[in-house]
């Protein structure tokens, strides 16, 4: 039997976060209708294992298999060993192939410092994927070609805070304008992706947490839809899209050597601007809104977070005027993802300067490649 979602998480951490969407999923009758795929990695300590078996004894359904079960998982799909990484979010990848292969038709994916809000009926509020944009009653619609996820939680008095991820170019332009309900013309499109929001420590930056350290306090009441030209980050944590998407949104490999640093931390910026293009292309919405998350971050050194952070900057700034600018090819998210594979081989020797010619183009190669290998595993598995 199909169940209604999955939800997503790797940890390397205790299981803290788990409690709390247990109690929400009992709260609200889903503990028989909800997957949730726990992914632990070579850091996991043996509580998570132990707090899942725990929580499958008392009749949710759970799925936390053992690191020699995921190793056989990824062989019996001809994959190469690197392909999904240890010690990395990347971990997360088998979450998807594997709520992929239960036909399931909602992938929500959370991080581990993400805890759900009582009351929030978590699963509920992310199945505005999947529906009508002209079913969800009181929505705004942004406008223009870039849209601040973060101007819809309040920070206090720290002045405008962006997202990691956001495009610098871009931060300096006039908010997005937004349409105080629905359009015809938009009425009939489906929403494929869901991004909710995160109250306490924003998903930003680590030059925003080593500035100006914001704190969300509060979130909006109205949600937006983005329109057909407007733009946003989509991260990895409280997101869901439909199962049709799920072959545009590889959580892309991080690692890969540029200009004497390694790429990190935009593995999920740069999937969720992918998928985005995708949904584009095939006439889908993305909502952002609820549900609302806490972020209770763990433990980060900032400066090397900055680090880390910096090559993906340079990656981001000139990536995405020409994605946006892309025509895409094909029918469903395989096919568009596909074209999308091929268009970064094609572009990328063209990119030049800082950062591309230390690593950059061989960057995107190998991203294209990574791509095309993500579909086989889903062909592999059985496609709808």
């Not at 407007?230 to 990895?236: D, E, F, Q, R």
Request: proline fraction near 6%.
């Amino acid at each position: 039997m199909t169940r209604a979602a999955d939800i997503v998480v790797t940890t390397i951490f205790e299981p803290a976060w788990l409690q709390g969407y247990l109690d929400d999923l009992r709260a609200h009758g889903r503990e028989r209708d909800v997957v949730l795929r726990i992914i632990c990695d070579r850091k996991t300590p043996p509580s998570v294992y132990e707090a899942a078996a725990a929580a499958a004894r008392q009749g949710f359904l759970i799925d936390c298999p053992s690191l020699e079960e995921q190793d056989a998982y990824l062989r019996q799909l001809g994959l190469p060993e690197d392909f999904i990484p240890w010690n990395s979010d990347n971990r997360r990848n088998i979450g998807f192939l594997r709520a992929w292969e239960s036909g399931t038709p909602l992938l929500i994916s959370i991080d581990d410092d993400n805890y759900c809000l009582a009351g929030s009926d978590f699963v509920g509020s992310h199945q505005s994927a999947g529906r009508l944009c002209g079913e969800l009653g009181v929505h705004q619609v942004a406008q223009g070609e870039w849209f601040n996820i973060c101007s819809l939680l309040d920070f206090g008095a720290v002045g405008d805070i962006h997202p990691r991820g956001f495009p610098f170019a871009a931060r300096t332009a006039v908010p997005a304008p937004m349409l105080p309900r629905v359009p015809a013309a938009m009425a009939a499109s489906r929403v494929a992706i869901n991004a909710g929001l995160w109250l306490k420590d924003p998903d930003v930056d680590a030059i925003t947490r080593l500035a100006q350290r914001p704190q969300g306090r509060a979130a909006a009441d109205v949600p937006v839809l983005l329109g057909a030209s407007a733009w946003s980050p989509i991260n990895t944590q409280n997101t869901a899209l439909v199962r049709q998407a799920l072959p545009a949104y590889w959580y892309v490999r991080m690692g890969f050597p540029l200009q004497g640093m390694r790429i990190d931390r935009f593995g999920d910026i740069l999937s969720g601007y992918f998928v985005q293009k995708c949904a584009k292309h095939l006439g889908d919405a993305v909502r952002i809104g609820s549900p609302v998350a806490e972020h209770w971050r763990t433990p980060h050194n900032l400066l090397k977070d900055l680090y880390h952070e910096l090559a993906g900057m340079v990656v981001i700034e000139e990536l995405l005027p020409w994605l946006q600018q892309l025509q895409l090819s094909g029918g469903s998210y395989g096919e568009a993802y596909a074209s999308l594979a091929e268009a970064l081989d094609q572009q990328a020797p063209r990119f030049r300067g800082f950062v591309w010619d230390e690593g950059g183009r061989e960057f995107l190669v190998e991203t294209a490649a990574c791509m095309r290998t993500w579909l086989s595993a889903l062909r592999r598995l059985g496609t709808d």
